[in-house]
């Protein structure tokens, strides 16, 4: 059985390799030919960065090929192969973010018969097997997501005296995280339409867009604040994205409409708990409050919180946005400009359609640590199509701001 799931796994690479190297040299090098149907805009947005997985893919079958006993492929060593790649494997986020995006490009061209005979031609000179464009495009997406299946199998038939057995079981842990990591950065550019709608609706908003620079709500609240040299404790409703805090304040008398007011960059502040009693820094006493103190200088803004468990939750959410942020930069994870044009397209035809209307804070499900991490399961029967539905949420049962559903602009 074990010399089964090798061979499978090997075969499969084989067939995954041809298929790569059809997608590059039978339809992006000819795409490339033909300037007067695609611009580059185009070309990435369709292709993504699948030239890189190619190269990457043949180092990795390589390595894969020189471990595989062709005598006694029970024998066989692969596991060690997947640990030296590991860290190649994150270029696949890359290419399932974009891969809507792709799917989308590409239909739009293919109302165009001439996209369609020029696609059909370069399959038959290719001389590729009887499948459509956008079926070869999901190849890769499929795969990264098989992998965590192959090794549990392999693992299963592995026995634990073996000596590829720990080895088998590191890659299929690192491969399970990798599958987790691209499922969560795709909800992320889901959310997007979402965050950019929600700006809309917040009155007097000044500077940049909140998708130049982050993707992701991870905690929102009201807390009093206090911030030098004024000294003065104002109420306002804070909404914590990656890299940067966004200061909103309630209308008197409509309290569901937001006004802007100002924003504090998280990249140059650090966090810093504060004790109850007198503070030094702002000669007032404080109770259940918090710090952020700019690394550059000596700016520091002081938060208040009702309750001592608000303020426990807020510390933690903040140390979850650090961990995103050194997440995100491990793996290259940002939005594209092609997305972020698409976010605000969905803006305008909301807003045409509907008007802009004005949306309150989402009520809070039960108080949880937004820092507890659900485990992921891919399910042997996992149907190849369901390729990033996985059992359970990164964070658990009920994510803060719950993809902001409950915002009542909205509702459908």
Known sequence: ??????????????????????????????????????????????????????????GFVRDLEKQYNTEDPHLSEIGPCFLEHQDGFWIYSEYCNNHLDACMELSKLMRDGRYQHFFEACRLLQQMIDIAIDGFLLTPVQKICKYPLQLAELLKYTAQEHSDYRYVAAALAVMRNVTQQINERKRRLENIDKIAQWQASVLDWEGDDILDRSSELIYTGELSWIYQPYGRSQQRVFFLFDHQLVLCKKDLIRRDILYYKGRIDMDRYEVRDAIDGRDDDFNVSVKNAFKLCNKDSEEIHIFLAKKPEEKIRWLRAFHEERKMVQEDEKIGFEISEYQKRQAAMTVRKVTKQKGVNRCTPPSYPPPQDPLSAGQYEVTEDMAQGE?????????????????????APFKK
């Open 1 to 58: 059985m074990r010399a089964n799931v090798i061979n499978e796994i090997m075969s499969t690479e084989r067939h995954y390799i041809k298929h790569l190297k059809d997608i590059c040299e039978g339809y992006l090098r000819q795409c490339r030919k033909r300037v007067d149907m695609f611009n580059d805009d185009q070309l990435k947005v369709i292709f993504g960065n699948i030239e890189d997985i190619y190269r990457f893919q043949m």
């Open 387 to 407: 390729v990033f539905e996985f059992s359970q949420s990164k964070r658990g049962q009920a994510p803060f701001w719950q993809n902001f559903s409950r915002l």
